[in-house]
């Protein structure tokens, strides 16, 4: 079966700063992997994914993921962080064919001034 | 481009009553719909998908229903919720058609609902 962990709860930074919301996952096969964001109380907002080729993916809102197959990870990766991206991260993987997307947990990430 | 709705916002309603959530998606044709379920602000639960009109895959066995009357629509209901069928809804749609499960599923805004 295929499963993600998200092993932060929450992620602190400060603004300007770099940031990396971490995720690994577990699949039978080549995994397709995808990241959303979530605001309060809105529905989840579509980042970035990765397929296949290049293993570093850029997404939106200068947003970018780095796909390692030997380290079954996925982290998600901004180089200065905004206190705008404050916001609830959600890492989710599916393999091949019709298969729900499975999601993580959540990490919650907070941004100060 | 494409655009999904869901109806209403909010929603409170007394246990024991019915319930109909609605979802439409504008700008694509024979979408692949979702609805799915966020508990306490984080997991999120595939509740049910559709492939097509009138094709509805249940994922987990619940006090809800799911149904498609038409292509772009995804319609949630209950005949008498519970108080465990709070939560915040969510509709999402993909392409159909796309080989290898490569689509990327688009959320709607969402529904609040509170049983009480």
């Known amino acids: 079966a295929q499963s993600v962990a998200q092993p932060e709860d929450q992620v602190n930074v400060a603004e300007g700063n770099p940031l990396t919301v971490k995720c690994t996952y577990s699949?039978?096969?080549?995994?397709?992997l995808f990241w959303y964001v979530q605001y309060p109380n809105r529905g989840l907002q579509f980042l970035l994914k990765?397929?296949?080729?290049?293993?570093l993916v850029k997404g939106s809102y200068g947003f970018e993921a780095e796909f390692n197959k030997s380290q079954t990870s996925f982290h998600l990766k901004k180089p200065s962080a905004l206190v705008s991206d404050s916001a609830l991260y959600f890492c989710?993987?599916?393999?091949?064919?019709?298969?729900?997307?499975?999601f993580g947990t959540g990490t919650r990430l907070l941004v100060s001034p | 481009s494409q655009t999904i709705h869901q109806w209403p916002a909010t929603l409170v309603q007394p246990v024991g009553s019915p319930l109909s959530l609605e979802c439409t998606v504008e700008g694509t044709s024979n979408p692949n719909l979702y609805w799915y379920r966020q508990a306490a602000g984080r997991g999120l639960q595939l509740l049910f998908y559709s492939v097509g009109i009138g094709q509805i895959s249940s994922e987990v066995p619940q006090n809800l229903s799911a149904s498609r009357p038409q292509d772009r629509q995804f319609i949630l209901s209950s005949k008498k919720l519970l108080l465990s069928d709070s939560g915040f809804y969510l509709c999402?749609?993909?392409?159909?058609?796309?080989?290898?499960?490569?689509?990327?599923?688009?959320f709607g805004p969402g529904t609040r609902l509170l049983v009480l």
């Open positions: 990765y397929i296949t080729g290049d293993n």
């Open positions: 699949v039978s096969g080549n995994p397709y």
């Open positions: 999402a749609w993909s392409v159909r058609g796309v080989a290898g499960g490569q689509e990327t599923q688009y």
């Open positions: 989710a993987v599916r393999v091949g064919g019709f298969q729900k997307l499975v």
